[in-house]
């Protein structure tokens, strides 16, 4: 241990006088700080503790939503891979499609054709009226040429039945 004069020089200067009170003062605020350490570490275990229940219920939430297998993105046909077999049926109209559904599109917009479900129900209506000697019914559509004709050949279900209905035979 060092003396008085030794601990004077190693220090560079004469060391504080501590009196009863400054001790205890320093007491009191060492307790205090061990105080605030401890519920410090108290509620850093409590923190960890909420962030393990939580990453643990990401973790589970994610393997419940997510699928067990990964979608893959169907590839489109390029233009040259489409075989295209639906030509526009009205005069001066060049076009030619992959699908029936986007001709039925192109009639529609293009040609004031109206939809498919349209232009069948309007021939219904209008081969009806035929059996019935009635008017053809007002319609807006611009139907396709030879429509009626074509429905006509191709319904003959629908045809049997209006002739049974109806006890007539109908030439186009």
């Known amino acids: 241990m060092l003396s008085e004069k030794e601990q004077i020089e190693f220090l560079g200067k004469k060391p504080p006088v501590c009196t009863k009170s400054t001790i205890e003062k320093l007491m009191m605020n060492f307790q205090q700080i061990s105080r605030n350490i401890d519920d410090l570490d108290q509620d850093l275990n409590q923190l960890a503790k909420r962030l393990d229940y939580l990453e643990e219920s990401i973790t589970e939430h994610y393997t419940l939503v997510q699928p067990?297998?990964?979608?893959?993105?169907?590839k489109r046909r390029t233009a040259n891979l489409i075989k295209r077999d639906f030509q526009c049926p009205y005069e001066k109209c060049d076009k030619i499609?992959?699908?029936?559904?986007?001709?039925?599109?192109?009639?529609?917009?293009?040609?004031?054709?109206g939809s498919k479900i349209e232009r069948e129900e309007l021939a219904k209506k209008i081969l009806e009226a035929k059996y019935q000697d009635d008017i053809e019914p007002k319609h807006s559509?611009?139907?396709?040429?030879n429509f009626i004709e074509d429905f006509y050949i191709h319904h003959q279900e629908y045809i049997n039945n209006l002739?049974?209905?109806?006890?007539?035979?109908?030439?186009?």
């Open 68 to 74: 067990q297998k990964q979608e893959i993105k169907k």
């Open 97 to 113: 499609y992959g699908t029936d559904i986007s001709l039925n599109l192109h009639i529609r917009l293009k040609h004031n054709g």
């Open 141 to 145: 559509y611009n139907l396709p040429p």
């Open 163 to 172: 002739e049974k209905t109806y006890n007539k035979r109908l030439l186009l």
